[in-house]
């Protein structure tokens, strides 16, 4: 493992928007919802078909990083949590690795058809809940999975306690990020490196980091250990 401190911090240019308030961003990913398929939680200028397979590999990335976590827990994953869970494409993947999983979403839309998708999991519950709203009950789950969904938290304050308190719900982190896009991002989202979000979250250590490319757009799959004491 290598310490966050050793990462070094790329400031990532950002296009002026003005910053979309709490109502206009939930209206948002309503609106989100009603598109068809993988266009309700991916860019919608993508190739289906693009989406599809990039898609794959990500659920690929994070069975990856689950059975890591298993090994370095030294047991099976027994709890994890979805923040930001969408229409479910992620969750039978993190199901298939974990004993429960608690599935969260920001609008009841994305939570209904996440439902509707995952109707034969019966380790998966699913609770309306924003990422700032962490930890759920006091509990600390084995791993959080958060896939293309800090990129959404717009304001800073917020980014900031969102990551406090998953590194207060969770021992270890699957975080997916853009950290390029070669057409720019609405004002809905914000393009940040590796390095600023390991800054925001207390005790972090990067266990492993791969690059994730999807037409022309880059991310990046890391799994963090999270400051255990």
């Known amino acids: 493992m290598r310490p966050h401190t050793e990462q070094v911090q790329r400031t990532i240019p950002q296009p002026r928007h003005r ?26 200028s993508q190739p289906v078909e693009l989406a599809a397979g990039v898609t794959e590999e990500t659920r690929r990335l994070v069975g990856d990083h689950l059975r890591a976590t298993s090994s370095l827990l030294g047991r099976p994953v027994s709890s994890a949590v979805e923040i930001g869970c969408g229409i479910g494409r992620i969750t039978p993947t993190i199901a298939k690795h974990a004993e429960h999983v608690l599935a969260l979403d920001l609008t009841e839309e994305m939570i209904a058809q996440a439902r509707a998708a995952c109707v034969d999991l019966p380790n998966v519950e699913f609770l309306q809940r924003p990422a700032q709203r962490l930890p759920i009950g006091g509990q600390r789950v084995d791993v959080a999975v958060c896939v293309w969904v800090l990129m959404h938290v717009l304001d800073d304050a917020l980014l900031a306690a969102a990551c406090q308190g998953i590194a207060r719900s969770a021992r270890y982190l699957s975080l997916v990020e853009y950290e390029h ?3 720019p991002v609405g004002p809905f989202s914000r393009l940040r490196s590796i390095g600023q979000y390991l800054a925001l979250l207390p005790g972090s ?7 994730l490319g999807y ?15």
């Open 215 to 229: 037409g022309g757009d880059r991310s990046f799959a890391a799994l963090i250990a999270l400051d255990r004491s």
């Open 19 to 44: 910053i979309p308030g709490p109502a206009e961003i939930v209206e948002e990913w309503r609106r989100r919802s009603a598109r068809p398929g993988l266009t309700s939680v991916m860019r919608a």
């Open 181 to 183: 896009a070669a057409v």
């Open 205 to 211: 250590e990067l266990v492993e980091c791969r690059e």
